[in-house]
């Protein structure tokens, strides 16, 4: 989504950085205070099955206002895409689709809004030929003549919100009605939503498709769109509400904020399902709540195209890596989403660059599949530690039975490990357990190493032990 704010991903990056080395030590296990053990002496990292945390849904990305430019490709360009983008056997394993929903006078304007249903089924479609099966659908706007200020742009408020009114009149129905509509449209085409959200970061006003909500606000609307989606006999549930950060900050209201206010309201929380955030102004550094799955629904760098892993900068795959591993471990987040999981952009706003027939996957990509190919839907998170601070660890069990351990070294010598706590395994690499590992770094993607376990410097070491 090209905006105003976008600059605030390097702010963003400060403050994760930041939040990362106050909390590293709780988060990520002992010894993450100062660096401990020697290069060459194997760092122990220990998983503990029994300690269950957050359940996973998975990874993905939005296509909203590129879809367009996909769907145009040749088919074989366009199945060439989607096995990148959905495969989990050879791909980055994306289970997730983010869809836009409202605001749009034309369907396939690509600059002003993301259109209504039918321009995004092909996508849809498309993610299921993978076997993916949660789609989810997002407001940027309600129509110009629903607001306060009677545009699509610009922000404004929906007619008859509390402190709001227009000559036109109260329109909290029929805006809800309106997206009852977009979702059943998806459904009659074999695309059932799991959630609609109806706002896309309230707390601005860009000049694009968008609308403002305050938390009350937002609370107050959640039962109209509840009742909408139920007259029409839909299982959808509703998003609530996709702020452009994750925390509450001075004068500005963060996820946590509207998390409160709809959860906080029963004839809200009824209806609710997911919460979400985004991380532009705030990463997921801590737990909305622990009563609905939370999703870190969009983030991205919007620097010049940069397919590096580790140069530095906010949009390399080292970086990431990073923040994908700490949304999962500190933020408790059950999914997390890219912006555009490919596009014709020359910045760093998606995974995946299209120019014609040439198609190039950054390194951030291979830090999304490094998690998203072996960490499926259904997964759980466990407890896991490490003795060594410049080792970033998480660790999970799937359905299926296998565990996967991340670990991310953010040293700069290579470091041996001994992997302790999984079934059958415990020792320090080959496949005591029937481990299988995989290297991501400057050099490497997702490529399979073997012989005792060891992580290069600057690098993630992603192990699959066991499964059926």
């Given at each position: 989504?090209?905006r105003q704010?976008?600059?605030?991903?390097?702010?963003?990056g400060?403050?994760?950085v930041?939040?990362?080395?106050?909390g590293?030590a709780a988060?990520?296990?002992?010894?993450?205070?100062?660096?401990?053990?020697a290069a060459g002496t194997p760092?122990?990292v220990?998983v503990?099955?029994g300690?269950?945390?957050?359940?996973?849904?998975g990874f993905g990305?939005?296509?909203a206002f590129?879809e367009?430019?996909?769907?145009?490709l040749?088919?074989?360009?366009i199945q060439?895409?989607?096995a990148?983008l959905?495969?989990?056997?050879?791909g980055a394993?994306m289970s997730?689709?983010r869809?836009?929903?409202?605001g749009?006078?034309d369907?396939?304007?690509?600059?002003n809004?993301?259109?209504d249903?039918?321009d995004q089924l092909w996508?849809?479609?498309?993610?299921e030929?993978?076997?993916v099966r949660q789609f989810?659908?997002?407001a940027?706007?309600a129509p110009?003549?629903d607001?306060?200020?009677?545009?699509?742009d610009n922000g404004?408020?929906?007619?008859?919100?509390p402190?709001?009114?227009?000559?036109?009149?109260d329109?909290?129905?029929?805006?809800?009605?309106?997206?009852a509509g977009?979702?059943a449209?998806?459904?009659r085409?074999?695309?059932?939503l799991e959630a609609?959200?109806?706002?896309?970061e309230?707390?601005?006003g860009?000049?694009?498709?968008?609308?403002e909500m305050?938390?009350g606000?937002?609370?107050n609307?959640?039962?109209?769109?509840?009742?909408?989606?139920?007259a029409?006999?839909?299982p959808t549930r509703?998003?609530?509400?996709?702020?452009e950060?994750?925390l509450?900050?001075a004068?500005?209201?963060?996820?946590q904020a509207?998390?409160?206010?709809?959860?906080g309201d029963?004839?809200a929380a009824?209806?609710?399902?997911?919460?979400?955030?985004h991380?532009?102004t705030s990463?997921?550094s801590v737990?909305?709540?622990?009563?609905r799955?939370a999703w870190?629904s969009e983030w991205a760098d919007?620097?010049?195209?940069?397919?590096?892993?580790d140069?530095?900068?906010?949009?390399?795959?080292?970086?990431?890596?990073s923040?994908?591993?700490?949304?999962?471990?500190?933020?408790?987040?059950s999914?997390?989403c890219?912006w555009?999981?490919?596009?014709n952009s020359?910045?760093n706003?998606d995974?995946?660059?299209?120019?014609g027939?040439?198609?190039?996957?950054?390194?951030r990509?291979w830090a999304?599949a490094?998690?998203?190919?072996?960490?499926?839907?259904g997964?759980?998170?466990?407890g896991?530690s490490?003795d060594?601070?410049n080792?970033?660890v998480?660790?999970?069990?799937?359905?299926?039975?296998?565990?996967?351990?991340?670990?991310?070294?953010?040293g700069?010598t290579?470091?041996p490990v001994?992997l302790?706590?999984?079934g059958?395994g415990g020792g320090t690499?080959g496949?005591?357990?029937g481990?299988s590992?995989y290297?991501t770094?400057?050099s490497?993607?997702?490529t399979p190493?073997?012989g005792p376990l060891?992580?290069p410097?600057?690098?993630?070491?992603t192990?699959?032990?066991?499964g059926e």
């Amino acid at each position: 989504m090209i905006r105003q704010s976008r600059k605030i991903r390097s702010v963003s990056g400060v403050v994760a950085v930041v939040a990362l080395a106050a909390g590293l030590a709780a988060a990520f296990g002992p010894g993450a205070a100062g660096a401990t053990g020697a290069a060459g002496t194997p760092a122990v990292v220990t998983v503990d099955p029994g300690q269950v945390h957050q359940a996973v849904d998975g990874f993905g990305f939005s296509e909203a206002f590129r879809e367009p430019v996909i769907s145009s490709l040749p088919r074989a360009e366009i199945q060439r895409i989607g096995a990148d983008l959905f495969s989990a056997k050879d791909g980055a394993g994306m289970s997730i689709v983010r869809f836009g929903l409202g605001g749009a006078t034309d369907p396939g304007d690509p600059v002003n809004g993301p259109g209504d249903y039918s321009d995004q089924l092909w996508l849809g479609h498309l993610a299921e030929e993978y076997g993916v099966r949660q789609f989810y659908a997002d407001a940027w706007s309600a129509p110009a003549r629903d607001k306060t200020n009677d545009s699509l742009d610009n922000g404004g408020y929906l007619c008859g919100s509390p402190g709001e009114s227009c000559a036109s009149g109260d329109a909290r129905a029929a805006y809800a009605a309106y997206l009852a509509g977009q979702a059943a449209g998806f459904a009659r085409n074999g695309i059932p939503l799991e959630a609609v959200d109806f706002v896309n970061e309230p707390e601005i006003g860009p000049d694009y498709a968008s609308m403002e909500m305050t938390p009350g606000q937002a609370a107050n609307f959640v039962p109209y769109l509840g009742r909408a989606l139920e007259a029409a006999r839909l299982p959808t549930r509703v998003a609530c509400c996709d702020a452009e950060g994750w925390l509450n900050s001075a004068g500005f209201d963060g996820a946590q904020a509207y998390t409160s206010a709809v959860l906080g309201d029963p004839a809200a929380a009824r209806y609710v399902n997911l919460v979400t955030g985004h991380g532009y102004t705030s990463p997921p550094s801590v737990p909305l709540t622990s009563r609905r799955h939370a999703w870190e629904s969009e983030w991205a760098d919007f620097g010049t195209w940069d397919p590096a892993w580790d140069d530095g900068t906010s949009g390399d795959g080292f970086t990431w890596a990073s923040d994908i591993q700490d949304a999962l471990v500190r933020g408790d987040v059950s999914a997390f989403c890219y912006w555009w999981g490919a596009s014709n952009s020359t910045a760093n706003s998606d995974l995946i660059r299209v120019q014609g027939p040439s198609v190039s996957l950054s390194k951030r990509y291979w830090a999304f599949a490094a998690f998203g190919r072996f960490i499926r839907p259904g997964a759980v998170r466990l407890g896991v530690s490490t003795d060594n601070s410049n080792l970033r660890v998480s660790a999970f069990r799937d359905a299926d039975g296998s565990e996967v351990t991340e670990i991310l070294n953010a040293g700069t010598t290579d470091q041996p490990v001994t992997l302790r706590g999984l079934g059958g395994g415990g020792g320090t690499g080959g496949s005591p357990g029937g481990e299988s590992a995989y290297v991501t770094n400057s050099s490497d993607s997702l490529t399979p190493v073997s012989g005792p376990l060891t992580v290069p410097a600057r690098s993630l070491l992603t192990v699959v032990t066991g499964g059926e």
